[in-house]
């Protein structure tokens, strides 16, 4: 995070009066996150300028009211971040592995959370279209295609989050994601003011 503004202030930004529930969800991760191996160790220091306003930033992207999917949620980055930032959304959290679903069940209930649902599924099984579907750390950007574009409803946009490699992933996927029905492809970056190492988004629109 930058110097010129400090974490209290981006808190308040992204979440306002819900910033209790980003705060309650960062224990959560630090304690039984950790220990149920939902994030390594290592990742319990930087939680939150690497993890949880690395996920946050990206929530102005998101149209009002949207129904959003986040494919391989794994312990709820960024789902989770982005149903505490946005109550107007419907977060529809898909994720195959029991473990990771009992995880994901029990956060939500100690949360409160209300406009969250858990479908222990894999992605290619989910028969639902969403107006944004996301995907964070899962699988190179043509195999997230395959799984993640299907599940775009018309109109709507893969918001795929990447790292420095997401120009090239993208240039190595765009004529894979254009058969399967990829309109516009654009790589974008969120968080400039706030975080030392911007969060880079691939965005797909159908």
Same mark, same amino acid.
């Given at each position: 995070?930058?110097?010129?503004?400090?974490?209290?202030?981006?808190?308040?930004?992204?979440?306002?009066?819900?910033?209790?529930?980003?705060? %309650?969800?960062?224990?959560?991760?630090? @304690?039984?996150?950790?220990?149920?191996?939902?994030?390594?160790?290592?990742?319990?220091?930087?939680?939150?300028?690497?993890?949880?306003?690395?996920?946050?930033?990206?929530?102005?992207?998101?149209?009002?009211?949207?129904?959003?999917?986040?494919?391989?949620?794994?312990?709820?980055?960024?789902?989770?971040?982005?149903?505490?930032?946005?109550?107007?959304?419907?977060?529809?959290?898909?994720?195959?592995?029991?473990?990771?679903?009992?995880?994901?069940?029990?956060?939500?209930?100690?949360?409160?959370?209300?406009?969250?649902?858990?479908?222990?599924?894999?992605?290619?099984?989910?028969?639902?279209?969403?107006?944004?579907? @996301? $995907?964070?750390?899962?699988?190179?950007?043509?195999?997230?295609?395959?799984?993640?574009?299907?599940?775009? %409803?018309?109109?709507?946009?893969?918001? $795929?989050?990447?790292?420095?490699? %997401?120009?090239?992933?993208?240039? $190595?996927?765009?004529?894979?994601?254009?058969?399967?029905?990829?309109? @516009?492809?654009?790589?974008?970056?969120?968080?400039?003011?706030?975080?030392?190492?911007?969060?880079?988004?691939?965005?797909? @629109?159908?």
């Amino acid at each position: 995070m930058t110097d010129s503004v400090s974490r209290e202030t981006t808190l308040d930004r992204y979440f306002g009066a819900r910033r209790p529930l980003i705060e %309650a969800y960062a224990q959560f991760l630090e @304690t039984a996150g950790v220990e149920r191996g939902m994030i390594g160790p290592r990742e319990a220091p930087r939680l939150w300028d690497r993890h949880l306003l690395n996920c946050v930033v990206v929530t102005p992207r998101i149209p009002d009211g949207s129904r959003v999917a986040d494919v391989g949620s794994g312990a709820g980055l960024p789902g989770l971040v982005w149903a505490i930032a946005r109550p107007d959304i419907e977060m529809t959290l898909i994720e195959p592995l029991l473990r990771r679903t009992r995880f994901l069940d029990e956060a939500v209930e100690r949360l409160g959370l209300s406009n969250v649902v858990i479908d222990r599924r894999r992605a290619e099984d989910v028969d639902l279209r969403f107006d944004v579907v @996301t $995907a964070r750390a899962v699988a190179a950007l043509g195999k997230l295609g395959r799984w993640c574009l299907p599940l775009v %409803a018309p109109g709507g946009a893969l918001l $795929a989050m990447k790292g420095s490699s %997401a120009s090239d992933e993208l240039e $190595a996927a765009r004529a894979d994601l254009v058969r399967l029905g990829a309109r @516009t492809m654009v790589v974008e970056t969120y968080g400039d003011d706030v975080l030392e190492v911007p969060t880079t988004v691939v965005e797909v @629109t159908r």
